[in-house]
């Protein structure tokens, strides 16, 4: 049987992925994803739907990694003019463990970052309770020491939530289709992400209040453009690692 050239590669090499630089095109991105699920756009929002829901109902989402990585498995698939089934979906537990510590990683990270959110919290109200005692009132205290603080407070946990998501912004993507560890997919992505860093703020960003706009619709044109958003996240992917396709050692000439 010939082999699929586009199927994930066997990673013997991977050091061997390179990360290329993206242009942010969000709306290009939106489109390109319409155009590579839209012959099969109600089998994949079954899939995103099925998926998401099943790692969402999960105690600490502990199969939300096998089901994002069955998802992106769908999108390879479509991306080599295959047809996509739930099937594919479920081959997401074939890389259990691996993007099982990442969503591991993903929970640590987003508990630190809420913990230092709470603490920023209290400790903005410990002062501002301390300065109400000291006789102060709050109409007394500037107004620009309580907006500056606070757009300084949030600036912080800002940028302190997007430098905690580096690791897992392709590290999915990369399980699905190179088949690497957690920490190899999360050193890649990560290394991906600093490279790109600007670019895809602004893509990412776009992209979410593209999904904001469509829940202020009465959600179902939210839950409509689901599919597309995820895909248009595959987009973003494959434009950062093209697509490698596995070397063919040549036959020898039969004697």
């Not at 989402?61 to 990585?69: E, R």
């Amino acid at each position: 049987m010939e082999s699929n050239p586009y199927e994930a590669a066997n990673t013997i090499n991977r050091k061997e992925i390179q990360h290329g630089t993206l242009d942010a095109k969000p709306i290009q991105f939106m489109l390109d994803s319409y155009r590579l699920i839209k012959d099969q756009y109600f089998m994949l929002w079954a899939i995103v739907f099925v998926g998401l829901l099943i790692g969402s109902l999960t105690p600490f989402g502990l199969l939300l990694g096998p089901m994002l990585v069955g998802i992106f498995l769908c999108f390879l698939e479509r991306e080599a003019g295959n047809k996509v089934s739930f099937d594919h979906l479920f081959r997401g537990f074939d890389h259990f463990i691996s993007s099982l510590l990442v969503t591991l990683s993903m929970f640590v990270c987003n508990m630190v970052i809420s913990l230092a959110s709470l603490s920023v919290i209290v400790i903005a109200g410990v002062a501002l309770i301390v300065m109400m005692n000291a006789g102060n009132r709050i109409q007394d205290i500037p107004q620009f020491l309580l907006i500056g603080g606070f757009a300084i407070a949030y600036t912080v946990m800002l940028l302190a939530s997007l430098f905690a998501s580096l690791p897992f912004a392709f590290a999915f993507q990369l399980i699905a289709e190179h088949n690497l560890s957690a920490g190899e997919a999360m050193t890649a992505s990560t290394r991906a992400v600093l490279h790109n860093l600007w670019p895809l703020a602004i893509t990412f960003i776009s992209i979410s209040f593209y999904g904001l706009i469509a829940m202020m619709m009465c959600y179902l044109p939210a839950l409509l453009l689901a599919p597309i958003q995820v895909g248009a996240g595959f987009i973003v992917y494959r434009e950062i690692f093209p697509r490698q396709l596995q070397a063919v050692t040549p036959r020898p000439n039969a004697s």
